[in-house]
């Protein structure tokens, strides 16, 4: 499985940011941060590849002190690989 998180560091940016992707059309959902991304509040944003662009649109528009990353998430087997975008 291929997809990617936004992580912040206050949970409710996370759950602002869920929303305002969602007025933007975005499919995204809360989910829990893997332990290998060491920088935020436990939950994140989980979003598809196909929808980067505009993720990374409406973060530039929008000032989120807490911003902590965006982090690609490869799943390989029972692993996971994690990839730091931002």
């Known amino acids: 499985m291929d997809y990617y998180i936004i992580v912040f560091r206050a949970r ?24 290998k991304v060491n920088v935020s509040c436990g939950i ?8 980067l662009m505009t993720v ?14 965006i982090f690609h998430i490869i799943g390989m087997g029972g692993a996971q690989r ?3 975008l931002k």
């Open 44 to 51: 994140s944003v989980k979003f598809s590849p196909k929808d």
């Open 56 to 69: 990374e649109n409406v973060l530039a528009r929008r000032k989120f002190d807490t911003f902590g990353g």
């Open 12 to 35: 409710s940016h996370t759950i602002n940011f869920a929303n305002l992707l969602s007025s933007y059309n975005v499919q995204c959902q809360i989910v829990n941060t893997p332990r």
């Open 82 to 84: 994690v990839i730091r």
